[in-house]
DNA sequence: TATATATTTCCATAATACATGAATTATGGA
DNA sequence: TCCATAATTCATGTATTATGGAAATATATA
């Protein structure tokens, strides 16, 4: 993964509606939410939603897919653990003992 | 954890030194690395290596102890592993087969 | 075609973060 | 004590980013 990308995921999530969209999105699973959903879960403005929802797409955050009028938004699980191996690079190469903790008690 | 805080740490990682920094001291792992070490590696100013150096400390993200003239920073896995918990919370819940893959292929 | 719903785009203003030079604090050695 | 080294703090001009109103686009239904 190149640098800037990790940043532009990093500065995305880096946001109050954006890490509770996210965060919204990973408890959906797979089903996903329509925006219409998650505007009105977080009781967000459509167009401040559609920006932000756009900021966490070309992060590689959330994929998408319309269904009728409406357009469902997805958790891009690889797209975090693209993220996640970038920080972490390395960081076992000679010392598993302090990443392990890191990836262990997540779930 | 708290929302707010992971937002701070989320916004230290989305700098173009501070994600070098990090991840500079991730591949260090336990024994660390002195501040000046640090500047001379990355080739950065010492003034914005230290503000740069305080905001990633308030974010949880690195540790340091003094050295005589010197200051030793270390990566914080504990608080990369709050933050990671945090963004992934209830992800397996009810989908453990999405989240799984995240953490995996990490090492 | 005309209308309603869902979402996005455009734009102006306000707020925030950034890098740098200069000065300051802290520690060790002569 | 005096000086050198290591790191931090402060002030400031610049640039980036966020927000919300209004308008526009896309799709479905009557």
């Known amino acids: 993964m190149e640098k800037n ?13 954006r890490i509770d969209v996210f965060r919204l999105l990973v408890k959906a699973g ?16 459509a167009n401040t939603l559609s920006n932000n929802l756009n900021i966490l797409s070309g992060a590689g955050l959330i994929r998408s897919t319309r269904e009728g009028r409406s ?18 690079e390395d960081c076992c190469g000679g010392h598993p003992e302090q990443c392990q903790p890191v990836l262990n008690q997540i779930a």
Request: glycine residues 8%; without cysteine; proline residues 2%.
């Open 30 to 45: 797979p089903g996903g939410m329509i925006a219409g959903q998650i505007a009105q879960t977080l009781a967000i403005r």
């Open 5 to 17: 990308r990790a940043i532009t995921s990093l500065a995305a999530l880096a946001h109050d509606q």
């Open 71 to 88: 357009i469902r938004y997805f958790a891009d699980m690889e797209g975090m653990r693209v993220l996640l191996s970038f920080l972490m």
